[in-house]
């Protein structure tokens, strides 16, 4: 059994600081001007440490730092972070977001415009694209070409690849539905008026009737039969790993789709076969969302389920990479036979997938954001050591006091306080909610042990919109606390929580980026209270603590 010391090490999971970097580019970093750009320099750590053996040298290092930063390893490792993106790729990336300013600035079908303002972005005070939006949809609709990063289609390459990284909480989602939303459009015009003008050609040479012959068979007239070439075959994919994910992206697609006029649908396993069946089968399909492990078993038993399918969207794509679904979305995408556009999507991308996806796919066109890996700066993390006093160890009474000073704050006045609590193990959320109710908590908990429609309902009332509280109720029942694992840290769009409490320290930074993630979305401000004791790795916390204070990326 793992130690308490040894469960609360940070993994070895790292996060890649080449992200935006494609593979050839990288070796460029032995050329001689390579860096020039540089604030710091970029020393190894061990380089460093015999350099400041060397009294010359460290004279020379003084004039570059000031005395507190040249003394501190763990700052010059921090340098080094922050070298992540150099200041070109910064620079190129902010020039081409600083381009557009409205979503009318994209080359988009009017309609899709009306779907993103009536639909996805409604009774939003803003409508601007986010950063992220604005470098992926010029590219990813082909109003924007940058050579150097063109693909060139060819048997080794049958299709594009597009990897989307940024921020939580920054709008990637929409980043690749609008696209793919749009292309669809198109070609559904294009092959429409392909059709047309077809007709007219048959119309305009009135073929002869044959003359018919005394003892010729009379050939019954066969009624057209309704086109089922289509049924069950969406023209686009998008994969995300949870049902949960599942429901919340169908709805962004959904809330185009309304207006704009798309046959969207969603599967996942807490839908019945006949409820899957017909939800597929029913009709022509545009677009998909299901998670790897449904889509895959149906495609055995259906094989051309994917055979239309020009556009395919793995999103958090470090899950969907690793090694509990690899083998599941290669094979998905390796299925798509008609594939054009293959688009992965994550706000963290540690080393080992960065390594594999330029192997896999040594075009790929990296949309990377400058800000990739950081927590934004307008969420304020606290320690709380439970092995302190009034604690003494015991941090369940931690986590009550949090929640209850939470609830003392004067702030989301008149609304429900939803606050989320994250734990490693889902053991520990049924212990963690009976503690807190009997303390009058209004608590509940969600792992992958509990009823799939009571998970729905519960996150539905997380990501919802803000919720009214009854001014005469008693303080600890206008808040609202989910006790949940790392099943709603991903992806799950809690736009209304403003506290998350990271009751254990996260596996690795990944997590943290993950958890921490829930709040501050989109420009939204958020607090965070970690809970550590004695067998946590407090150099490594205060080593985030000071990342997320400089802004920088979490390494
Ligand atoms: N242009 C925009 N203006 C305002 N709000 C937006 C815009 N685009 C998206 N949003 C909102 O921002 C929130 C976060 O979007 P989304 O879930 O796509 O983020 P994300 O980057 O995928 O996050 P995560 O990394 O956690 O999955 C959503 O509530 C969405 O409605």
């Known amino acids: 059994m793992a130690s308490a010391s040894l469960r609360n090490r940070p993994s070895r999971f790292i996060l890649s600081n080449r992200v935006s970097v494609k593979p050839d580019e990288r070796k460029r970093k032995a050329e001689p001007t390579h860096g020039m750009n540089r604030t710091e320099a970029n020393i190894p750590q061990s380089m460093w440490r015999n350099r400041r053996s060397s009294s010359r040298q460290d004279d020379q290092a003084k004039g570059r730092f000031s005395k507190n930063e040249k003394l501190d390893p763990k700052h010059m490792r921090m340098a080094q972070s922050l070298g992540v993106i150099s200041r070109a790729q910064r620079y190129e990336v902010q020039s081409e977001i600083d381009k557009w300013v409205s979503f009318d600035d994209f080359d988009l079908l009017p309609s899709i415009k009306e779907g993103i303002a009536k639909g ?229 991308i540690p080393k080992s997938l960065d390594n594999r996806l330029a192997k896999f796919y040594p075009a790929m066109q990296r949309l990377v954001t400058s800000k990739i890996h950081t927590v934004p700066r307008r969420v304020v993390l606290s320690v709380v050591d439970v092995h302190q006093n009034p604690y003494r160890r015991n941090k369940l009474l931690a986590c009550a006091d949090t929640l209850s000073q939470i609830a003392k704050e004067h702030s989301e006045e008149g609304f429900v306080k939803k606050v989320i609590v994250f734990v490693n193990r889902r053991e520990s959320t049924t212990e963690i909610v009976s503690f807190l109710r009997e303390k009058g908590f209004d608590a509940a908990n969600l792992n992958r042990d509990t009823d799939d429609r009571r998970n729905t309902s519960v996150v539905d009332y997380f990501t919802g919109p803000k919720v009214s509280a009854d001014p005469e109720a008693p303080m600890l029942e206008k808040m609202k606390v989910l006790v949940t694992t790392d099943i709603a840290s991903r ?18 930074t990944i997590d943290f980026i993950h958890r921490l993630g829930r709040v501050g979305r989109m420009g939204k401000r958020g607090k965070a209270v970690l809970f550590v004791d004695n067998d946590t790795n407090k150099a490594w916390v205060k080593e985030i603590k000071k990342s997320m204070f400089l802004g920088g990326p979490l390494l």
């Open 120 to 348: 996805a972005l409604k009774g939003l005070d803003t409508t601007e694209p986010s950063p992220v939006q604005k470098l992926a949809i010029p590219v990813l609709t082909g109003q924007t070409t940058r050579r150097r990063h063109k693909q060139t289609i060819n048997d080794k390459n049958p299709y594009e690849t597009f990897l989307i990284a940024a921020e939580t909480g920054s709008g990637k989602t929409l980043a690749y539905v609008v696209p793919i939303l749009d292309q669809l459009k198109r070609s559904e015009e294009a092959s429409r008026k392909n059709d047309t003008a077809g007709t007219n050609m048959e119309k305009d040479p009135a073929p002869k009737a044959p003359v018919k012959e005394l003892f010729d068979l009379e050939i019954p007239i066969v009624e057209p039969k309704e086109d089922k070439e289509n049924h069950g075959k969406p023209r686009a994919v998008i994969l995300v790993p949870t049902s949960e994910l599942v429901t919340q992206v169908a709805s962004v697609v959904k809330s185009i789709s309304h207006v704009a006029k798309f046959r969207t649908t969603m599967i996942s396993s807490n839908l019945t076969g006949t409820v899957i069946r017909n939800r597929l089968f029913s009709g022509p399909l545009d677009v998909l969302v299901s998670t790897p492990y449904l889509l895959s078993s149906l495609a055995i038993s259906n094989p051309k389920i994917l055979s239309k399918c020009t556009h395919l969207v793995a999103d958090e794509a470090d899950s969907l990479f690793d090694r509990e679904f690899i083998y599941l979305t290669t094979s998905i995408i390796d299925r798509a036979q008609a594939l054009k556009k293959l688009i992965l999507c994550s706000a963290t």
């Open 491 to 508: 992806g799950v769009d809690t736009k209304t929580v403003k506290n998350v409490l990271l009751y254990d320290v996260p596996y690795s």
